[in-house]
């Protein structure tokens, strides 16, 4: 495995590869990372991962400065789980000049959940994914799916841009009592730690409890998807006070335990949009997505469903 710190020393390890697979990362890797790169390897070759804390994700009061950084170990990983290239840039290397040119991301995307609570996360996240994608060349990327909103980002950028790039998505990888593997879990102490998986057990209970509304319908016979179009409002504003009420059910029921929830809400898979009584009728329509503090630790978790 080769470790590169410039641009134009990795346009010259990869030459003219026509089959490149990348997975961006911003170090301290946990077992979720290493299970892209293993993906990458059945989809591509050569496997370049990158290593790079992306400054303009971070809000003026978030964890950059303190964001882990485990350069030597990550290499150690990355090179057991397969990687060919490390590429890790210092900032001057990858922002030799501001980065003045941003990549904004859509309202109704990228404004909402993460966007609104995290204001200007996306555009980091779209701005430094872009220019990766510059220096890289990749045929494919792969990034996981705990990153929901994330990933559907990543891919409409990709869309409207027409990038030659094929967009993977692995599993959320999982501790055994449900955690989902994060970079953060790190700043845990011992009692969070043993708390920590309320959370995916609350957008599990939280799913089974939608799913269960579209039994409830005031209606009758749930509509079908080729009628999604013509969905009854009535039928539409009975879903989404259900599902709100849900909602807010969850969000008392984490904050009694002791979180600080932002969100724990059901929405589209496709689009993120409030789900129609038609979403709530077809299984495989829906994700539930939550994001609570816990201690000063904010984990993020999903559901699809």
Same mark, same amino acid.
């Given at each position: 495995?080769?470790?590169?710190?410039?641009?134009?020393?990795?346009?010259?390890?990869?030459?003219?590869?026509?089959?490149? $697979?990348?997975?961006?990362?911003?170090?301290?890797?946990?077992?979720?990372?290493? #299970?892209?790169?293993?993906?990458?390897?059945?989809?591509?070759?050569?496997?370049?991962? #990158?290593?790079?804390?992306?400054?303009?994700?971070?809000?003026? !009061?978030?964890?950059?400065?303190?964001?882990?950084?485990?350069?030597?170990?990550?290499?150690?990983?990355?090179?057991?789980?397969?990687?060919?290239?490390?590429?890790?840039?210092?900032? !001057?290397?990858?922002?030799?000049? %501001?980065?003045?040119?941003?990549?904004?991301?859509?309202?109704?995307?990228?404004?909402?959940?993460?966007?609104?609570?995290?204001?200007?996360?996306?555009?980091?996240?779209?701005?430094?994914?872009?220019?990766?994608?510059?220096?890289?060349?990749?045929?494919?990327?792969?990034?996981?799916?705990?990153?929901?909103?994330?990933?559907?980002?990543?891919?409409?950028?990709?869309?409207?841009?027409?990038?030659?790039?094929?967009? &993977?998505?692995?599993?959320?990888?999982?501790?055994?009592?449900?955690? $989902?593997?994060?970079?953060?879990?790190?700043? &845990?102490?011992?009692?969070?730690?043993?708390?920590?998986?309320? &959370?995916?057990?609350?957008?599990?209970?939280?799913?089974?409890?939608?799913?269960?509304?579209?039994?409830?319908?005031?209606?009758?016979?749930?509509?079908?998807?080729? !009628?999604?179009?013509?969905?009854? %409002?009535?039928?539409?504003?009975?879903?989404?006070?259900?599902?709100?009420?849900?909602?807010?059910?969850?969000?008392?029921? &984490?904050?009694?335990?002791?979180?600080? %929830?932002?969100?724990?809400?059901?929405?589209?898979?496709?689009?993120?949009?409030? %789900?129609?009584?038609?979403?709530?009728?077809?299984?495989?329509?829906?994700?539930?997505?939550?994001?609570?503090?816990?201690?000063?630790?904010?984990?993020?978790? !999903?559901?699809?469903?």
């Amino acid at each position: 495995m080769q470790i590169i710190e410039s641009v134009a020393a990795l346009r010259a390890a990869l030459g003219e590869c026509a089959r490149t $697979a990348f997975v961006p990362t911003m170090g301290n890797l946990h077992e979720g990372h290493l #299970s892209l790169v293993r993906m990458a390897r059945q989809n591509g070759e050569p496997v370049v991962a #990158s290593i790079f804390v992306n400054r303009l994700q971070f809000g003026p !009061n978030e964890d950059f400065g303190r964001y882990p950084r485990t350069f030597e170990r990550d290499c150690d990983a990355l090179r057991t789980a397969g990687c060919d290239f490390v590429f890790a840039p210092d900032e !001057n290397e990858l922002y030799p000049v %501001p980065q003045t040119y941003r990549v904004s991301t859509p309202a109704g995307l990228g404004d909402i959940l993460e966007g609104a609570f995290r204001p200007g996360f996306f555009e980091g996240v779209a701005t430094v994914v872009l220019k990766l994608f510059g220096c890289v060349q990749p045929a494919v990327a792969v990034f996981g799916r705990k990153d929901y909103q994330q990933l559907l980002i990543i891919r409409d950028m990709v869309r409207q841009f027409e990038l030659p790039v094929r967009i &993977l998505a692995g599993d959320i990888a999982r501790e055994a009592d449900g955690l $989902a593997m994060s970079s953060r879990n790190g700043y &845990l102490d011992a009692g969070e730690r043993a708390e920590a998986p309320a &959370l995916f057990r609350a957008l599990q209970e939280l799913a089974q409890q939608v799913r269960a509304l579209a039994a409830d319908q005031p209606a009758g016979e749930p509509r079908k998807a080729e !009628n999604d179009a013509h969905s009854d %409002p009535a039928d539409d504003a009975f879903a989404l006070e259900a599902a709100a009420a849900l909602e807010h059910d969850a969000c008392e029921a &984490l904050t009694a335990r002791g979180w600080a %929830p932002d969100y724990l809400t059901v929405r589209r898979r496709a689009d993120l949009a409030l %789900p129609t009584a038609a979403d709530l009728a077809q299984p495989g329509r829906l994700v539930a997505l939550g994001a609570a503090r816990l201690g000063t630790t904010r984990l993020i978790d !999903n559901l699809e469903f």
